[in-house]
């Protein structure tokens, strides 16, 4: 990796001398004011001090070596085997008792319920809700047939219950997108500036605080040109909360963000730091519905210091397990207020709504249920 610093006398200066020197793949590692000149500190000039930083190629003779990052890892591993080793352990254990219930349950169950159980699974519902549902499915209807229309209906109606929507009022809205890296905030953003832009005929203006990747604001300011979208860039919490008060006048705001780790404590602190300066009445945590539910409960918990609002899923096209329509509410507490299912832009984003989204969720259960064989049950 090579990391260099760069003085300029602006932000905008030194993200020039990056592109040209580290090229469009480069990172924006940290950015801070420095004093130059002067006489015992007064009366010096301020100046940026940008550190970036780019991935090289590797030579075919370098393939032998590893990067610092490389050689961190691989002492790290070599330290915590053991430890891992014995957590594993108590994780296989721990799943093999989850799955001896799990079995001791089907075949308490009646055959109908235990194939709809068994597709609940496979749409990765919440162990809380599919049991608590079975039980009550049971005491109400003692058996239903995984085939029936009328079955259909029944589930449908139950996951309507458990699906949380809500599209909130865009009135002199200030919207923040926040989520992980490649979730696709940055599209989602587009999609709704479209909606909003050609269908509603609002004044909207777009502001990127995604300084982190130099050809993000590009990329942003393509969509931007084309629907003819006026957008600013901010460097700093204190440049954001500058550019926010110019753009008062607008209908709606859209802020979109860098994509976070919410491993990283210093990006979250960071993230929290631009939310306070934007000061938005709507937050979007933008979640993918290829997340791994444990991924999704973590992710969640970190974010939750920007203090979400609503939730956006995306890339409903690109899964086959839809079981998060029904998780969501429960984890997270918020309503769903979009959904995308695909790239194109505006075209792939719909408003949830939660009569749509139970049918689709209840029809994959059956369709998982339909397939299981007696092997299942036992």
């Excluded at 993200?15 to 793949?25: A, D, K, P, Q, S």
């Excluded at 609940?120 to 162990?127: N, R, V, Y």
């Amino acid at each position: 990796m090579k990391i260099k610093k760069y003085v300029a006398e602006s932000i905008r200066e030194a993200m020039i001398m990056i592109r040209r020197e580290l090229g469009e793949n480069a990172v924006i590692l940290s950015s801070r004011r420095i004093k130059k000149g002067g006489f015992f500190g007064i009366g010096g000039k301020t100046y940026f001090e940008v550190t970036a930083a780019v991935e090289e190629e590797r030579k075919k003779e370098e393939n032998t070596s590893y990067r610092l990052q490389e050689i961190l890892v691989k002492n790290r591993q070599s330290s915590n085997d053991n430890i891992k080793g014995e957590f594993d352990e108590i994780k296989r254990t721990i799943n093999e008792i989850k799955q001896m219930l799990v079995t001791e349950k089907r075949q308490t169950l009646p055959e109908g319920l235990s194939k709809i159980l068994y597709g609940m699974e496979k749409q990765e519902i919440l162990p809380e809700i599919r049991y608590k549902l079975i039980d009550f499915l049971k005491m109400k209807f003692g058996d239903l047939d995984p085939n029936s229309n009328e079955t259909f209906k029944i589930l449908s109606e139950q996951f309507v219950n458990l699906v949380k929507t809500n599209a909130p009022d865009f009135k002199n809205a200030k919207v923040l997108f926040v989520g992980t890296t490649g979730v696709g905030k940055t599209t989602s953003l587009a999609k709704l500036a479209a909606r909003f832009k050609i269908d509603e005929k609002k004044r909207v203006a777009i502001l990127t605080l995604d300084t982190y990747r130099i050809a993000a604001a590009e990329q942003l300011k393509i969509y931007a040109d084309i629907m003819d979208i006026p957008m600013k860039i901010a460097y700093t919490p204190k440049e954001a909360e500058y550019e926010m008060m110019a753009l008062k006048d607008y209908d709606i705001v859209l802020v979109d963000t860098a994509g976070r780790s919410h491993q990283n404590d210093l990006q979250m602190s960071e993230l929290r730091a631009l939310s306070e300066a934007v000061k938005p009445n709507i937050t979007f945590l933008v979640l993918s519905m290829n997340y791994k539910l444990d991924d999704m409960k973590r992710i969640v918990e970190r974010f939750s210091a920007v203090k979400p609002t609503h939730i956006i899923l995306t890339k409903m096209d690109e899964t086959s397990v839809y079981g998060t329509f029904v998780n969501i509410s429960e984890i997270t507490g918020l309503p769903i207020a979009f959904v995308t299912n695909g790239q194109r832009v505006p075209d792939d984003i719909f408003e949830a709504n939660p009569v749509e989204l139970a049918r689709i969720v209840a029809g994959e259960v059956l369709n998982h249920a339909r397939s299981s064989g007696t092997s299942e049950k036992e």
